[in-house]
């Protein structure tokens, strides 16, 4: 089944301690994403990958890191999470093809609460 | 990255047809429009995307009118299972400069028996 898949989904932790949320894509995706969710703010882009071993900055990167060393798998890194971090995060990739529609495929989400 | 608008809420029964309309009147040449379905604390899904004129797939249809300045979601014989949040985006395609989707607050339908 083609799909997204994010770990943990739930996440509990407290101000400082390093964590990795993984993202995992088996559709072959060249690009991908990560994005935050809060009350009254929507989606908002954290980082995004054309492929691998490049990336770049969304809209708040603050706070966060990301690699993509392989094609299916781009994790985001909290090197030293806050309060202000508590939020639904969320996973994207998509095909990169010319002259067809944007796709982007979501995972389930991972909840993450920063005490 | 235009600005789209969209009405916070609608409500409608099942059975009738809903049409979600968005503004987006600094649209660039470039710019596709998009629309995603969320359901609570699940990730965005994929409805339709369009450039101008009408797009229709098995879910939803897409009617744009020649100025491009605003777009009408249209969804055929709603159920309960429609009951969700609609956003609109606007922007360049992956493949056409851009890199990301920019979410606004969305419009959030609620059907009714």
């Known amino acids: 089944e083609a799909q997204v898949t994010q770990n943990p989904r739930y996440l509990i932790t407290v101000t400082g301690k390093k964590l990795t949320v993984t993202c995992s894509q088996n559709?072959?995706?060249?690009?991908m994403s990560w994005y935050r969710q809060d009350p009254g703010l929507g989606l908002r882009q954290i980082y995004y990958s054309m492929n691998v071993e490049v990336t770049d900055k969304g809209d708040v990167p603050e706070g966060y890191k990301v690699s993509r060393k392989e094609k299916r798998n781009f994790p985001l890194i909290l090197e030293s999470p806050s309060p202000n971090q508590t939020s639904l995060y969320f996973c994207?990739?998509?095909?990169?093809?010319?002259?067809?529609?944007?796709?982007?495929?979501f995972g389930p989400g991972t909840r993450l609460t920063v005490t | 990255l235009a600005k789209t608008t969209q009405p916070i809420s609608m409500d409608s029964y099942e059975g009738q047809e809903v049409n979600i309309t968005c503004s987006h009147n600094n649209i660039a040449t470039n710019d596709y429009i998009t629309w995603y379905q969320q359901f609570p604390s699940q990730g965005p899904r994929f409805i339709i995307q369009g450039y101008k004129t009408k797009v229709t797939n098995e879910v939803a249809s897409l009617f744009i009118p020649a100025d491009r300045k605003s777009s009408t979601l249209s969804l055929p014989r709603v159920s309960l299972s429609d009951t969700a949040v609609y956003y609109c985006l606007v922007g360049p395609t992956l493949t056409g400069g851009g890199n990301k989707l920019t979410f606004g607050t969305g419009t959030q339908l609620k059907v009714e028996l």
């Open positions: 994207a990739s998509s095909l990169l093809r010319t002259g067809r529609s944007d796709e982007q495929y």
């Open positions: 559709m072959n995706h060249e690009y």
